[in-house]
């Protein structure tokens, strides 16, 4: 088992502008900044396959999501990143940590480090790179985009004892389509 586990997902499926999905509540109403059904749909099989992962994941100890706008108007107003992890962490009977937004990856990666691992996290796709390279120190063991039609990914980063850090990637293959992405 590595000093440190952190597995980072991109928030479910979400509303594409013009297109037919909409972006519903888990109560079924309407709101352009939440995850469709297919989102929800991600958010409930995610709840199964963190409960009890296959290696080299682990069940998460702390879950850690994107948070909305802060009083810096740092954040996003999606409320996409706590909604996909919300079954996962009722289940778990964890309480998501919220406290960081989009834009704020340096103060998110300084609570991830000091977190019980596993740490599961839920981010908005453009910024995992910059989380991940303040998480780690730098920009060489990930990559640096997470590609626009990604919502199976796992980003899988493993500190040592000597808090050296390794980067590999896990699919969900949860849903109809999944792994089809680059």
Not at 71 to 80: F, L, V
Not at 131 to 155: C, K, N, R
Not at 158 to 170: G, I, K, P, T, V
């Amino acid at each position: 088992m590595p000093n440190k586990l952190v597995m980072i997902i991109r928030h479910a499926e979400k509303p594409i502008p013009g297109g037919p999905d909409l972006g519903v509540t888990e109560q079924g109403e309407s709101d352009p900044a939440s995850l469709t059904v297919r989102g929800w749909q991600r958010a409930g099989g995610l709840c199964r396959f963190f409960y009890a992962p296959p290696p080299p994941l682990g069940r998460p100890a702390t879950i850690v999501a994107s948070g909305m706008i802060k009083r810096d108007d740092s954040g996003t107003r999606s409320k996409r990143p706590s909604q996909t992890i919300a079954p996962l962490a009722r289940r778990l009977g964890l309480e998501p940590d919220v406290t960081h937004s989009k834009g704020q990856e340096q103060l998110a990666a300084d609570a991830i480090r000091t977190a019980q691992s596993p740490v599961l996290v839920s981010w908005q796709h453009e910024s995992i790179p910059a989380l991940t390279a303040a998480l780690v120190g730098g920009t060489e063991i990930a990559p640096q985009s997470w590609p626009d039609d990604d919502f199976d990914s796992i980003w899988v980063l493993e500190a040592d004892e000597a808090n050296l850090w390794s980067f590999s990637q896990e699919r969900q293959a949860l849903l109809d389509g999944d792994g089809t992405a680059n």
